[in-house]
């Protein structure tokens, strides 16, 4: 059916809420791209046969990523009237006691991690699961769980990603149908620019002004939104596990700003090693298009408007933005001095003003729009509005994604949520904003997780990596390592970049085998400086910050390394 009334979206709704609130036990398994890889799949298979050979009446199911991924794979139970359990490192061997388990009105205990009673969705919509096994912690009072605020993720490892119905039910599209029934579209930049919401791809600039200048852009419809998910940091996955999680999510987000901006053409650029996301993303915008939500008079409005997926092939510098554009119109992925801009005439895709916001940018705007934005700017801090999730690896106990109000410290992130070092180790460092991001001291975690603090450190929002070190860590050797990244992924059109960042490798591997002398540090201070200053684009302005940061906050290390 196609979405034209707002009983059609209720009615929808209703039949989404039978899936999650079903009338037998329903199991759902972990299975975006983390949980498949430690062996949801083979879980999901085994309990299938279980339930088969049972002859039992079990919804099996799977879901995404809750974004615990240390406690992988992850199951989730819903039996009739009670509250969903959550069980933790489930195999093979524990799909028949499951099974067994469920028929019997129980679950294991002794593999539960959680127990979650009720679920608050940003559209104020509370799904009571039910009461019981009081013996299991609560969702809330998990460590790991405990400093978060769920916005971006607060679907991820509940529903069926590829199942438009279950988004339907924990109210998906009402946000669209809202903004596009009920606002006009200056009124929808106005709320987007009076949250404060930023753009979360790195450099923060402030999402509705950037809607608007692309509005007022000469060029009329044929302009072109665009989504960023070219994420290409090492350790991050933040935006991978969006949209194998909650793709509809980000199409929705997607609609709202091109009905704000006037727009017919959208297009996601995403990179070629994310094949489960590309999937589920097709698979949602096919089904968004079935029920009249993309395509020609969307819900019934006269609005046109289509996503398409173009395929990045993985080069770090393509999410640049002028790269980025290059790439899809089949030119090397190079970047462009600046102006022109996207958003000026002539500038963005194929000519045409174009907006640019990466996943979890797109992913803030149902939100907003749901529940308006003031509820939005009460979040965080002032001037840094909203969440932020964080992929949170490296040398740290509790791995995973963790979604965060913006101003949170960064001692809080690694300490309450990641439990400190891995392995009893005490923790040294970490490094936010991936290979051009700066490597932050232990003294230093009182500081917030903002934009401008970070900054001010010498380090980088960027997407939301962050990497942690412990005591055993080589500050020095972990700078050689992103400036080989940075080296790598240069597209080579600048010179400062191309020939400066080879020239900068070559010093610390001469420190790292003891053959430089003091004199060589001050010349590495002085060549990063000069990267950062002349390059082109980001990927050169921000690559000598591991460098920088390494130098500023651990220059013992160097100092230990070479001839006086």
């Known amino acids: 059916m196609r979405v034209e009334a707002e009983a059609d979206l209720k009615a929808l709704q209703a039949t989404g809420l039978k899936k999650l609130k079903p009338d037998k036990p329903r199991i759902a398994v972990g299975l975006a791209t983390c949980g498949a890889a430690v062996g949801g799949r083979k879980v999901y298979d085994r309990l299938r046969e279980a339930i088969a050979r049972e002859g039992a009446e079990i919804d099996l199911v799977q879901t995404g990523c809750i974004g615990y991924c240390r406690e992988e794979p992850l199951v989730n139970i819903t039996l009739p009237g009670k509250s969903l359990v959550i069980l933790r490192k489930v195999t093979e061997a524990d799909a028949d006691a499951i099974v067994r388990a469920v028929l019997n009105g129980k679950v294991p205990e002794d593999k539960a991690l959680c127990r979650v009673p009720a679920w608050d969705h940003v559209t104020g919509f509370v799904m009571e699961y039910g009461k019981g096994f009081d013996a299991i912690p609560l969702y809330q009072d998990v460590p790991f769980f405990a400093p978060q605020r769920k916005v971006i993720l607060r679907n991820a490892g509940f529903i069926d990603p590829e199942d438009i119905g279950e988004y339907f039910a924990v109210g998906g599209y009402a946000a669209a149908w809202k903004a596009l029934h009920g606002m006009e579209p200056e009124a929808i930049i106005a709320e987007v620019e009076k949250s404060g919401l930023r753009g979360r791809g790195g450099a923060g600039f402030p999402t509705g002004l950037k809607w608007r200048i692309t509005r007022d852009a000469p060029g009329g419809a044929e302009k072109y939104l665009v989504c960023n998910a070219d994420e290409g940091d090492p350790g991050a996955y933040m935006n991978r596990n969006e949209m194998e999680s909650d793709p509809h999510m980000l199409i929705e987000g997607m609609i709202i700003g091109a009905f704000a901006m006037g727009l017919r053409h959208g297009l996601i650029y995403i990179r070629s090693e994310y094949p489960l996301a590309i999937e589920r993303l097709g698979r949602a915008i096919g089904q968004a298009r079935e029920y009249g939500i993309l395509g020609e008079n969307i819900m019934g409005t006269g ?30 992925g190079r970047p462009h001095p600046r102006p022109p801009r996207l958003t000026d005439p002539e500038g963005g895709l194929f000519g045409k003003p174009t907006d640019l916001n ?4 797109w992913c803030n705007v149902p939100a907003i729009v749901a529940n308006g934005s003031g509820w939005y700017a009460g979040i965080g801090a002032k001037g840094n ?18 979604e965060v109000s913006l101003g949170t410290p960064i001692r809080t992130i690694v300490f309450d949520a990641g439990n400190g070092g891995a392995n009893g180790k005490k923790v040294k460092a970490v490094q936010t904003g991936g290979p051009s991001g700066g490597c ?14 970070l900054n001010k450190a010498g380090s980088i929002m960027g997407s939301g990596g962050i990497v942690v070190m412990d005591e055993d860590t080589d500050m020095v050797d972990i700078a050689r390592y992103f400036t080989g990244f940075a080296t790598g992924e240069s597209c080579g059109k600048c010179v400062p970049c191309r020939e400066g960042l080879k020239h900068t490798l070559l010093l610390i591997n001469r420190i790292q085998a003891g053959k430089a002398s003091k004199k060589d540090l001050a010349t590495l201070q002085e060549v990063c400086e000069t990267i950062a200053a002349t390059s082109l684009c980001g990927l050169g302005q921000t690559a000598p910050n591991p460098v920088l940061t ?15």
């Open 358 to 361: 990466n996943v979890e940018t």
């Open 440 to 453: 932050i001291p232990l003294r230093l975690f009182d500081m917030p997780v903002d934009y401008e603090s």
């Open 385 to 402: 509005t909203g969440t932020k999730v964080f992929s949170l690896v490296g040398k740290v106990d509790r791995v995973g994604l963790v």
């Open 303 to 332: 609005l046109s408007f289509d996503i398409r997926i173009a395929r990045g092939a993985g080069a770090f510098v393509c999410g640049e933005s002028t790269a980025l554009v290059a790439s899809i119109e089949g030119r090397t």
């Open 550 to 564: 390494t130098l500023a906050y651990f220059r013992e290390e160097y100092e230990a390394k070479v001839r006086p």
